[in-house]
């Protein structure tokens, strides 16, 4: 259970990179780039989605923990670089 939590924690970090360089894209207009990120970043997100909440309520929590947890060291080493 611990390495699956990792996993979808390292999940939900790239999942937001991948986010802010769509977001980046899309400031730069490069539209080609920006939509190829968006169809990846939906089926990504969509897959997470899948797996986190096919757990069961009191695992599925811990997995949303995770993927938010990961969210938010994305977006804020994303931001720093900036």
Do not use: P, R, W
């Not at 990846?40 to 309520?57: E, H, S």
């Amino acid at each position: 259970m611990v390495v699956k939590i990792i996993i979808i924690f390292i999940a939900g970090f790239i999942a937001d990179l991948l986010t802010t360089k769509y977001t980046a894209y899309i400031v730069a207009k490069k539209t080609g780039l920006a939509t190829l990120l968006s169809g990846l970043i939906t089926i990504v997100n969509f897959v997470l989605l899948t797996v986190i909440l096919k757990d069961g309520l009191e695992n599925g929590f811990m997995n949303i923990f995770a993927f938010a947890g990961g969210n938010s060291l994305g977006t804020f080493l994303a931001l720093k670089k900036v």
